[in-house]
């Protein structure tokens, strides 16, 4: 099992004063490191993976808090795919914990990632 590692980032951000200031460096940086740990606990995993998350959801939430695409962002998270994406729906409970980002985007961020998910041809 992978965590993951932009809600660690987070969770840090929280404590500054660029809490609400997101730079695509730093979606750069998280990408990045989520791959790191996939690959070296992808060496460790009996013939499945689980992912928490992944760079590719990284690029997404890029869009979200920057506004825009990134390239950069797009090209690491290229790098790893998965056999199957598991997007859950919005009909399960939203439930705040203290960082999750609105409820009101639910639906939005959701059909986001089925689009780009289409498009690309992931199974999921």
């Known amino acids: 099992w992978v965590p993951e590692y932009g809600r ?3 969770e840090g951000k929280m404590t500054s004063d660029q809490l609400n200031n997101w730079q695509t460096a730093e979606f750069v940086h998280i990408a990045k490191v989520q791959n ?3 690959e070296a606990l992808a060496k460790q995993a009996n013939k499945v993976l689980i992912c ?3 760079s590719f959801a990284t690029e997404i939430w890029h869009e979200r808090y920057v506004g825009t695409e990134s390239k950069e ?4 998270s290229s790098k790893m795919t998965a056999d199957l994406y598991i997007v859950t729906n919005t009909d ?3 439930v705040q914990d203290g960082t999750r980002d609105g409820e009101s985007i ?3 961020m959701h059909e986001r990632f089925v689009e780009v998910l289409k498009e690309r041809k992931q199974n999921f």
């Open 8 to 10: 660690t980032y987070y």
């Open 106 to 108: 639910r639906q939005k």
């Open 52 to 54: 928490d998350t992944s």
């Open 92 to 94: 399960i409970p939203f």
């Open 73 to 76: 962002i797009k090209k690491i």
């Open 36 to 38: 790191t740990v996939e």
